[in-house]
């Protein structure tokens, strides 16, 4: 997966909006590796569409516009938990562009932090 902006992805930091460090700590690995298959070669190989990486020293998941048309239950999953536990979304505008409302929730943006 390209790592460059625009509109192909958004950013989950393993940030709360308070600015706290959200635990557990693997979090990301957690959400990477339910969406993982192994390769061939018996090695872990991660979705080209949610990628771990470290930003700033914050864990960080990185999920592309791709995971909302493939697999619309994950994406809606992921977006949900980011929402439950206030993680910081950088991108936010992209979320209704991709198609996607939080089912109980009018206006998102006082829950999704700017990057």
Do not use: T
């Amino acid at each position: 997966m390209s790592h460059n902006s625009g509109n192909n992805q958004i950013i989950i930091e393993g940030v709360c909006n308070d600015g706290k460090k959200f635990r557990p700590s693997d979090w990301v690995e957690r959400i990477s590796s339910a969406l993982a298959s192994f390769g061939p070669d018996h090695k872990l190989r991660y979705s080209e569409h949610v990628q771990p990486c470290i930003i700033n020293g914050a864990r960080c998941l990185i999920v592309a516009r791709g995971l909302s048309l493939n697999d619309p239950e994950a994406f809606s999953f992921i977006l949900q938990f980011a929402r439950k536990n206030q993680l910081r979304i950088q991108e936010k505008h992209l979320i209704k562009e991709w198609g996607y409302n939080f089912p109980d929730d009018d206006d998102n943006n006082e829950l999704i932090a700017n990057g």
